[in-house]
């Protein structure tokens, strides 16, 4: 885990107090829609696509078979990072929920502060729009690694925090089909703002 960094922050809005996160991941996932995942070196991105799992009952989710090691943050507090390494090469950063095995996948991010260091982090990509577009594009863009796996995101002590700036989340949304995944592929918790180019993949609804 990464050592707590303590100093005083100036965070672009307030951070999400804990019972937010204590809902079932399908409540909280399209709730953090416009919501602003934040790094206390200035980098911050909105959070334009979200994907919720709930390990009770989805096979997709890294809970389904229960408790492991690798997955014991899921089953903490609620407003911590969950962050795991997936394809030998990527990391992907999630919020754990309530009740214990749901979380949220922050699939991508609107760069909104600290691009150039985003830049730094991400050299390869020729457009700014492909910064945080993807769950493992936008780790790197925000300097995630396993080292943030189990960070407290309400304590805001730890480095970084999700805030809300006064956006609201957008209105009538409805669920599609979750992407990048074999199993459960049918349940609509994938959710993302309408319209907006940083979402990283095409948004299909079901009413």
Known sequence: MAKRTHQTVVWPGSV???RFFERPATTVAPHLLNKILA?????????????????SIDPAAHTFRGKTARNAVM????????????????WCCNCVC???????LIRAL????????????????????DLCRGPARLT????????QNG????????????????????????GGP??????????PWRWSVPNNRYVSGPMVTRA
Not at 39 to 55: F, L, N, P, S
Not at 85 to 90: E, K, L, Q, R, V
Not at 140 to 147: F, L, S
């Open 110 to 129: 609107e760069p909104l502060h600290g691009l150039e260091r985003m830049r730094d982090a991400r050299p390869w990509a020729t457009k700014d729009r």
């Open 39 to 55: 790094c206390a070196d200035g980098r911050a991105g909105r959070i334009v696509e979200v994907e919720a799992y709930v390990g």
């Open 75 to 90: 089953f903490g507090p609620a407003g911590h990072m969950y962050v795991y390494f997936t394809y030998g090469m990527h």
């Open 178 to 187: 979750r992407i990048g995944i074999r199993l459960a592929k049918d349940l």
């Open 140 to 147: 790197q863009a925000m300097g995630i690694t396993g080292a």
């Open 16 to 18: 999400l107090p804990r």
């Open 98 to 104: 309530m009740p214990a095995g749901e979380g949220v």
């Open 151 to 174: 960070i407290d995101l309400v304590g805001a002590r730890d480095g970084y925090a999700i805030v809300d700036d006064g956006t609201a989340p957008p209105k009538g949304l409805a």
